[in-house]
Structures are given as structure tokens and as C-alpha cells.
């Protein structure tokens, strides 16, 4: 079957690496982007080592009416989209406008305000419904095997869930003072925003990094956590029954906290537009021009990640607590496909539901969050393609 992707960047080298290692469900790729060079890139990287046809394309992917002509070129049974998240609601509305299932990685948000929320595509319901087409929404690690992990600990361990911590833990080493283990403008917009959890139906807002915790990650060791806004607390929020509240946490080193206070302070996270020598500009934009590119993380990084959730609720009127969680290496990522662990544990699960989709497992018409569909299929896969999970019905719980 063919799979229509749409960037080049760290992400996608992974979705690309891992479909050709699939090619029995994905007999052609079209990789395209913004930048041609960079598809053309991932081709060579790729294409002796595999059975998958690979072909690539430019397209703005803020232009609906080139995507339809690409699409209507390629003819894909899939569309995996794994550009930015502003690109989000014009690849939805090309996809039904040529007839195609579609699966991103990221929530939309608005390119001028830095804020993300599900609103937006939730809005596509009826009409992807109407289509008879299928639309995945946050198909990567945190969102998306996130959710599978609260379908299938649901499915298997518990009546009803009460509380969720997702601990997200990058406990990699790249050597850089400071760079981002995935696009700086995303990456910075989200950890500089306010965070928040879903305590009883409502959203508790806090301070950026407000509330800190300190936690002892297998095969990382201990590591101080903050509590930030993740997108994947609003959809579980509403799709898991019994939910008092949810928490995510993710784990930063002092040094990266220090430039990002001293760059916030300069002004330099701003996404309001400045004039510079008679041009208008957006500081986090030049920003992110003088950072480390994601993609040139891989071979630098040592280390290993640990991101899962820690569950606890009701069994048969019984107190039940679980954790289950991924360790993955950065070398080993690296040796594998050529990139770092936070782009590979991002770019597997996209792979692994675009299967799910093409495979008819996950297949109605609607726009779904991974967490209602079934965990069971996709959980297999996890362990087969390199994001094996460990259990543990006894963890440290967070305080
Ligand atoms: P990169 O910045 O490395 O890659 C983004 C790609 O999108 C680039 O190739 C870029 O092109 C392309 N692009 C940007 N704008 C357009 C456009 N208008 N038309 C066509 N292509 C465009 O980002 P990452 O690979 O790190 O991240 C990709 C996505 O994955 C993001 O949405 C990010 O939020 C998400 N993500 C999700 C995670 C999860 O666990 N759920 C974790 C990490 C990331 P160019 O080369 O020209 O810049």
C-alpha cells in the first residue's frame, strides 16, 4: 500500500526508516516537503536497504490545493503527517477533499498563538465521519502510545482509572549547552507556556514549571521533573471513565532550564514580531535558526529515554496500581535509523498506526484519539519494531 509522508525532519526520518523496514505493508512511500533536498536525502539514506518504492516531492503543506494535486499524482491509501503541527487542519482538509485516512502526531496550533487544543480537529468529526474516512490524532509517543498504554491498561487491569502520571523522561546527553530533541519552535512554545492538569472535570492552571518533583527512572537513575500542559490530559480526560485527575511531567537538567529562563528573559522565546534592519522577524524563529538542528542530535546523544504512565484505580473493588513504561537508547536509535531516541520514539508509533489504518485494525470513519481504539494489535507491534514496554504492578507513585 502507499503512504503519502508529509515532512522531511527528525520525525520523519524515523516514519521513513521504519516503513521501509515494513515493506509488505508499505510497498511505496512519497516523502514531501517543503524542502526537497531533504526528502531526496531521506531517499538515499534509505532506499538500497529496502523493498519499498520511495519517491519525493516539494509541496507547502499550508496549501491545500497542492496537496490535492500531489495526492491525486501518488494516489496514497494513507497520509501520515509529521510536519508541523500548523500544518495540521490544511493536510485534514486535503485529505478529504481526494478521499484519504490521515494520521499526525501533534495537535493543531494556531502558527500566532502558542496555545494547543483539540477543538480544532474534533471539529472534523462529522465530516471525515460523512466521508467514511478515518483521521488519527497524536499517533507518536506522548501523545499517542500514551493513550494506547491507558486503552490497554484499562482493557486488561482496571474497572475504572482515577489517576495518571505521565512521566517523561529524556535522560539523553547530546553535549551541546542547549539544543531541542525536536523542533526548538514546538519544543520551546510548549515548555515556556503555563502548565496545567484536569483535577475532577476542570483544568488546574500553574505557573511554567511551577510544580517539581524528583523521580527514580529505571535505567536512567534519578532525575527532577516539572509539571507541564500536554495535549494527550484533554483527550483522555473525556475518554477514560472514572478520571479524577491527570498529570504529565517531564524531566529537564538545570542547564537547560537556565538558558531557557535567560533566553525568555531577552525576549528571544517571543512569538510576537519584531522589526530587525527593516525586516519583520519573530524572535523564536531566529531562534531556532541559530539552534542545533534536531536532525544532527543522533550521533552526539548518549543516554536513554523512559516515558510511560503510572495508573491507579479500581479492579474488582480492589485499590490496583500499574506502570508501564519504554526505555529506549540513543545510540541504539541512532545505529538502527540514524536518529536520536525522542525522534525515534516518536516516529515509530506514527509508523506502527499508519499500519494499524492500512491493516483495516483501525479503520471508521471519524477523528479519533488513539486511546479509542483497540490497544491490543498495536501494543504487539510496539515490542516487535523496537519500543519493547515493561510492567510494574508495584511502582513509587508520585506525590
Ligand atoms: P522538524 O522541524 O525536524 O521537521 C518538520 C518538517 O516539516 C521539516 O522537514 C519541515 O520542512 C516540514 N515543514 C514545515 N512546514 C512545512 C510546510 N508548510 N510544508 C511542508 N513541509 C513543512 O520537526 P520534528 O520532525 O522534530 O517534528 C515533527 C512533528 O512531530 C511536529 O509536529 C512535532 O510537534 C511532533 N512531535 C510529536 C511528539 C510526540 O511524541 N507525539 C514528539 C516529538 C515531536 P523544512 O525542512 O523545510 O524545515
Known sequence: MKALIIGAGGVAGVVVAKCCQNSDVFSEIMIASRTIGRCDELKEKNQDKTETKISTAKVDANNVAELVALMNEFQPDICINVALPYQDLTIMDACLEYGVDYLDTANYEPEDTAKFEYKWQWAYKDKFEKAGLTAILGCGFDPGVTGVFSAYALKHYFDEINYIDILDCNGGDHGYPFATNFNPEINIREVSAKGSYWENGEWIETEPMEIKREYDFDQVGVKDMYLLHHEELESLGINMPGIKRIRFFMTFGQSYLTHLKCLENVGMTSIEPIMFEGKEIIPLQ??????????????????????????????????????????????????????????????????????????????????????????????????????????????????
Not at 290 to 299: F, H, K, T
Not at 320 to 347: F, L
Not at 369 to 376: A, C, G, H, L, S
Request: with cysteine; hydrophobic share 35%.
Open 286 to 399: 531566529f531562534l531556532k535558526a541559530v539552534l542545533p538542528d534536531p536532525a544532527s542530535l543522533g550521533p552526539r546523544t548518549v543516554g536513554k529515554t523512559n516515558i510511560g504512565c503510572i495508573y491507579q484505580g479500581k479492579k474488582d473493588g480492589k485499590d490496583v496500581k500499574y506502570y508501564i513504561y519504554n526505555v529506549c537508547d540513543h545510540q541504539e536509535a541512532y545505529k538502527e535509523v540514524g536518529s536520536q531516541a525522542v525522534s525515534y520514539t516518536t516516529g515509530v508509533p506514527a509508523m506502527i498506526g499508519a499500519m494499524m489504518v492500512l491493516k483495516g485494525i483501525w479503520k471508521k470513519p471519524g477523528v479519533f484519539n488513539v486511546e479509542e481504539m483497540d490497544p491490543d494489535p498495536f501494543m504487539e507491534k510496539l515490542n516487535e519494531c523496537g519500543l519493547p514496554w515493561i510492567e510494574n504492578f508495584n511502582p513509587v507513585l508520585v506525590d
